[in-house]
């Protein structure tokens, strides 16, 4: 799949993002969600758990903090894909580029793929919400 910088980012419930550990060009992507952590598609990606697409000059408006971060970053196009955990948005996995850029179906299906997790990370959460320690927070 065609990207130059791609990102995982995650989020509590209306609160800002932060780039996961795992961001594959911490200089760029990362960086977007440093200078504007309570705005950008990652955000809109997680509140409506569905895939959102930007040309990134035409978004002042939308992401005002954002934007400046983006293009100083060289980012033209953005896709945010939602990471779901236990059928919930948690997180999103962002795919920046350079150039504006129109991912094929199939390109579309592979990010949707990606940003599943894998059986493994689900048991975890599930174990982690069960533990008594976190039971005794609520």
Not at 30 to 37: A, V
Not at 49 to 55: F, I, K, N, P, S
Not at 102 to 125: F, I, M, N, W, Y
């Amino acid at each position: 799949m065609p990207s130059c910088a791609c990102g995982p980012t995650r989020s509590a419930p209306g609160g800002p993002c932060s780039p996961s550990p795992a961001t594959c060009s911490p200089a760029s992507s990362s960086n977007c969600c440093r200078h504007s952590p309570w705005e950008g598609p990652y955000l809109d990606c997680i509140a409506a758990d569905a895939l959102v697409t930007a040309d990134i000059a035409a978004e002042e408006e939308r992401w005002p903090r954002f934007l400046p971060a983006a293009t100083g970053a060289g980012f033209r196009t953005v896709y945010a894909f939602p990471l779901r955990l236990m059928n919930r948005a948690v997180g999103g996995l962002n795919l920046f580029h350079r150039e504006r850029t129109d991912l094929t179906s199939s390109q579309l299906q592979l990010g949707r793929g990606l940003a599943v997790p894998g059986p493994t990370q689900e048991h975890d959460q599930r174990r982690v919400e069960r533990s008594p320690s976190r039971r005794s927070r609520h």
